[in-house]
């Protein structure tokens, strides 16, 4: 029974609650609509304002739009019209140039009728005057030359004289001022010339030794430096013999170091050679390094200052190569100096415009063209690279080119600087007699002071003064285009006329 009474206080108690919580949930339902109203209209009435004052925005800016707008309408208004007024103005200009242009082309063409005219008058007069003087024009030309030459003949001749010992009074004057000063600072050694090398030997016996069985030692020795040895009955010397002064030097190290040690035989004969070529390698780098020294050069290549070295053993007409680029620097730098030149460029191109000779015989091409690539494989400037083929070229396209051929012919030319072999002696001074007595009224030519002098006597019955002074020039420049020469060459043509008479 009190069972059914608690079920049933449940079950009452259960439908009390769930009545109550009905009524809760349907109260949150109903404040939970009117809130979710009273948002909506917050929202809509928002809206209604944000669109009122998009609006009242968008107009506004419609507004500013429409004046901008009609202020880039005036001013494209106020363009065009520019425009119309320029494209009138350049049809306008158009029609008066092309108005200027048919009145030119009418000028020209009335220019070259006009011109016509007078060549056919010109024309028509000298047939006139040709028909009258019995003469063409060439003809009337030379008549008047002709009497013009003869009539004033002595006044050219004096004329050109003056103006020839004029001119070469000043320019003779300061050259020898400015070679002076710079030869007088100059002091050089005299050629020594030689294609042979005498070696002393300690004893006679040493003579056979060096031959060896059968001659292998000396084959070996030959064959390895490349030199000629000359074995003779000269007591206790040999001779070596060759044009190339660096190979006689190496075998005659070769052949000092052999006999200081008693073994001669091939294998240490090539031992022997390969030392002599390291020693020599050194020498020669420690020559090119003085030479940079004494010429005041710096800065160049210790490659390039290895191949400068071995012009040492280079000669030519007698005169030692490195020398003569020594001395061909030096006087550059001196005559730059007077000049106003580039020193540098001198004496670096004076000291290395020679150093293609140091391989010329090794590499193809003349020793200017080789000289010039050496210099630039060692970066070198083009300007001090030019210089190699400046010395040799008639007109050397710069200063400092000009400076270098003078100096290197100044090295060549002085007293005692070369020594020409005999027969190239002789050959020379034929062929300046032979040029000179080519041309018509000369009766004798002489070359004298080593053929820097030609003395060249004229028959004055077919030459008159003003013809030899055109002899003079004429075998001058004969001389300068078909012959080479250190230096320069005294042309005195000589025309005396002798009268002689006897009273018997």
Do not use: W
Not at 52 to 60: I, V, Y
Not at 105 to 122: A, D, F, H, M, R
Not at 269 to 295: F, H, P, T, W
Request: overall charge negative; charged content about 35%; glycine content about 6%.
């Amino acid at each position: 029974m009190d069972l059914i009474i608690l079920l049933g206080a449940v079950v009452v108690a259960g439908g009390i609650g769930f009545g109550l919580a009905k009524a809760t949930m349907s109260a949150r339902r109903k404040n939970a609509t009117h809130k979710a109203e009273t948002i909506l209209e917050t929202a809509e009435r928002q809206q209604k304002e944000m669109m009122l004052e998009a609006k009242d925005k968008a107009l506004k800016f419609m507004e500013e739009a429409k004046v901008e707008e009609q202020a880039r309408r005036k001013d494209l208004e106020v363009q065009q019209q520019r425009l119309i007024e320029r494209e009138n103005k350049f049809d306008q200009k158009i029609l008066e140039l092309e108005k200027k242009q048919e009145e030119a082309s009418q000028e020209k063409e009335n220019y070259v009728n006009l011109q016509n005219e007078i060549k056919t008058v010109k024309e028509q007069q000298v047939a006139k005057l040709e028909q009258v003087a019995g003469l063409n024009q060439e003809r009337a030309k030379e008549v008047l030359m002709d009497f013009v030459e003869k009539k004033h003949k002595d006044d050219l001749v004096k004329r050109l004289k003056k103006l020839d010992e004029e001119g070469s009074e000043a320019y003779t004057q300061k050259a020898h001022s400015l070679l002076s000063t710079v030869l007088g600072r100059i002091a050089s050694s005299h050629v020594s010339e030689t294609s042979t090398t005498v070696i002393q030997l300690t004893s006679e016996d040493m003579k056979g030794r060096i031959i060896g069985k059968e001659g292998r030692n000396i084959k070996a020795l030959e064959q390895l430096t490349g030199v000629e040895i000359i074995i003779d009955d000269t007591p206790e010397s040999i001779v070596l013999s060759g044009f190339n002064l660096l190979r006689r030097h190496i075998a005659k190290r070769a052949l000092e170091k052999l006999m200081q040690d008693g073994r001669i035989h091939p294998g240490r004969i090539e031992e022997a050679v390969e030392n002599a070529k390291k020693d020599m390698a050194v020498e020669l780098r420690q020559a090119g390094e003085d030479a940079s020294l004494r010429s005041g050069v710096a800065g160049l290549n210790p490659k390039l200052i290895q191949i400068l070295g071995r012009l040492k053993y280079r000669t030519s007409y007698g005169q030692n190569v490195l020398d003569h680029s020594v001395e061909v620097a030096n006087l550059s730098g001196m005559l730059a100096e007077e000049l106003g030149a580039n020193v540098a460029v001198c004496r670096k191109g004076g000291l290395l415009h020679d150093i293609g000779k140091a391989i010329d015989h090794e590499v193809q091409g003349t020793h200017m063209d080789i000289g010039r690539d050496l210099m630039l494989k060692y970066g070198l400037p083009e300007e001090v690279a030019y210089i190699a083929i400046a010395h040799h070229e008639d007109s050397p396209k710069t200063l400092e080119g000009v400076i270098v051929k003078v100096a290197d012919i100044l090295s060549g030319a002085r007293p005692g600087a070369r020594r020409d072999s005999m027969e190239q002696y002789i050959q020379r001074l034929e062929e300046l007699e032979k040029i000179a007595t080519s041309f018509e009224g000369v009766d004798k030519s002489y070359a004298i002071q080593a053929g820097r002098e030609m003395r060249v006597f004229v028959n004055p019955k077919q030459l008159d003064d003003y013809a030899a002074e055109k002899l003079a020039r004429n075998i001058a420049d004969r001389i300068e285009e078909e012959m080479q020469y250190p230096g320069e060459i005294r042309i005195t043509v000589i025309r005396e006329k002798r009268v002689i008479e006897y009273a018997r």
